[in-house]
């Protein structure tokens, strides 16, 4: 469990400034409903010599999945993010690290609640610093999830935000606009996947559904009847802030997975603890890397745990991914490092959805690769604000002999073949030299009627027989104490347990 936070009396000799800060930050993140179809928001916030000295019982065989980056000396701090090797591999197959439940100028209520001019027209500031950002947080793919208004109202590819001009490339098959790689320089690209956020959250849908009413009777639908449409149409369909929904929906046919983490969803309930931003927001002289202004609200949701655990335990499978739900709409104020409060970067570099996909002979991969992972609940999700995690690792060996096997994150195993759960606890790639050490341990958890249990923890590799059949699934926690001198007036934050790693879960069946 994580440590809480009291939170402080207001004390600033501008009291009137801080609580409207405060109700800007809750009402801005709360979003707003699709003038289209009255869905609800939505929201907003949103072993290398460079690597430092191993933790203690580190012990992971892994290669490193990172490339060296030029600051590695120097040490990682949250601005700063090192590229996945496209050549390493686990088991055969390849890391790649991107975001789910993401909002543009094709959202109703993004860019500050103006993604349109009166005249039609886009607002390219918008556009502009999320081209940036995005190629600024050295993610692989992205797949949007714009709500129906504006998406569904413009045509492939400006949903894509495709710009040939600048050496963007279109994903296509069979005549059918899957996707843009859009181009960030030097080579790299990241892979953006078309989705909407209406009643539900289809994602990687395969062009627009052509039929203009069913096209709206989809994107705002919630039940299953868009969701056969939504299928039809090549879509993954997620349910989006899971605390809107219930376990027994979520195990109706058509749905691929939910959220195990929402960003939105967690301010709101952390709300004393926002008091704790004020100071940050307000005082000129406070020290806090900017970055790392959100972490005071950082925990996560029993209502979310809940859900998952009773959908694990129905014997129902369904991928569970970590929502950015940007939107750049909530708060305007710069703070020390010009940026504004909510910039797309400042959002994008919290958390990732790390999948393992099967690429190609060459490593390459395109959307059916994605989607594959997905399916296969081949998914972990990392909370980067505190490092990037090297050499974690989950499965499930099982069997001897000939009959020997490995079992991925998000699979399913037989108890009778004596399956072992291991999980290598891992580090932050990277550590700037001489910091001081972060306290880790891996926790494997079981679920139950009310949510997860421990079963299992440690800080090296744990192993766990499996010998009940039930769900089970790997968290990692950190105590920053990496982050101590970044905090500011804050520096408590560095001694308080939050969750790292989140993977999906494992199945053990009779």
């Not at 495709?162 to 606009?177: C, H, P, Q, T």
């Not at 991969?365 to 990392?382: I, K, N, Q, T, W």
């Not at 009959?403 to 759960?421: F, K, R």
């Not at 290598?424 to 910091?435: E, I, L, Y």
């Amino acid at each position: 469990m994580l440590k809480r936070q009291t939170a402080p009396a207001l004390t600033s000799a501008r009291p009137a400034r801080a609580l409207g800060l405060l109700a800007a930050l809750c009402l801005g993140a709360c979003g707003g409903k699709d003038p289209a179809t009255g869905a609800g928001d939505v929201g907003q916030a949103d072993a290398d010599a460079g690597a430092g000295a191993p933790l203690p019982g580190f012990t992971s065989a892994l290669p490193s999945p990172y490339v060296k980056p030029a600051w590695a000396a120097e040490g990682w701090r949250p601005k700063r993010v090192p590229l996945l090797d496209s050549a390493v591999r686990r088991r055969g197959l390849r890391e790649v690290r991107g975001l789910v439940h993401v909002h543009t100028a094709y959202s109703h209520d993004a860019c500050d609640d103006k993604p349109f001019d009166e005249k039609g027209v886009i607002n390219s500031p918008c556009v502009e610093d999320f081209r940036r950002d995005l190629c600024a947080v050295s993610h692989d793919y992205v797949f949007l999830t714009d709500h129906p208004t504006h998406f569904g109202d413009h045509p492939f590819p400006d949903v894509l935000h495709y710009d040939k001009s600048r050496g963007d490339a279109l994903l296509e098959r069979d005549g059918v606009m899957l996707g843009n790689r859009m181009a960030c320089g030097e080579g790299r690209s990241v892979l953006l996947l078309p989705g909407t956020e209406g009643g539900m959250m289809p994602v990687g849908l395969n062009g627009h559904i052509e039929d203009p009413a069913l096209r709206k009777k989809a994107y705002g639908g919630d039940n299953q009847a868009a969701r056969d449409l939504l299928v039809a149409q090549g879509a993954r369909i997620l349910a989006q802030h899971t605390e809107d929904w219930t376990a027994v929906q979520l195990t109706e046919p058509g749905w691929s997975g939910f959220e195990m983490y929402n960003l939105h969803a967690n301010m709101m309930a952390k709300m004393k603890e926002a008091a704790l931003l004020i100071p940050v927001l307000i005082e000129p002289s406070e020290t806090m890397e900017p970055d790392l202004i959100l972490l005071a609200l950082l925990t996560l949701d029993p209502r979310y745990d809940k859900t998952w655990a009773q959908v694990a335990r129905s014997g129902i499978r369904r991928v569970t991914t970590m929502g950015t739900d940007c939107h750049r709409n909530t708060f305007t104020l710069l703070l020390s490092d010009k940026e504004r409060v909510d910039s797309y970067r400042r959002m994008m570099i919290w958390f990732s959805n790390h999948l393992l996909i099967a690429p190609e002979p060459d490593g390459s991969y395109d959307d059916r690769h994605l989607e594959s992972a997905l399916d296969a609940r081949r998914l972990f999700g990392v909370f980067e604000v505190f490092g990037h995690a090297e050499g974690f690792d989950a499965r499930i060996e099982s069997g001897t002999g000939a009959s020997a096997a490995v079992v991925e994150i998000g699979g399913e195993v037989s108890a009778a073949s004596q399956p072992t759960l291991y999980a290598d606890t891992p580090r932050v790639a990277f550590a700037k030299p001489g910091a001081e050490a972060p306290l880790i341990r891996s926790v494997v958890l079981r679920a139950d009627a009310e949510g997860w249990t421990e079963v299992a923890s440690g800080d090296g590799r744990v192993s766990l027989p499996l010998s009940e059949p039930g769900a089970y699934r790997v968290e990692v926690r950190i105590v920053p104490r990496h982050l101590r001198t970044l905090l500011g007036s804050k520096a408590s934050l560095a001694d308080v347990e939050f969750p790292w790693v989140l993977a999906n879960a494992f199945y053990v069946v009779p």
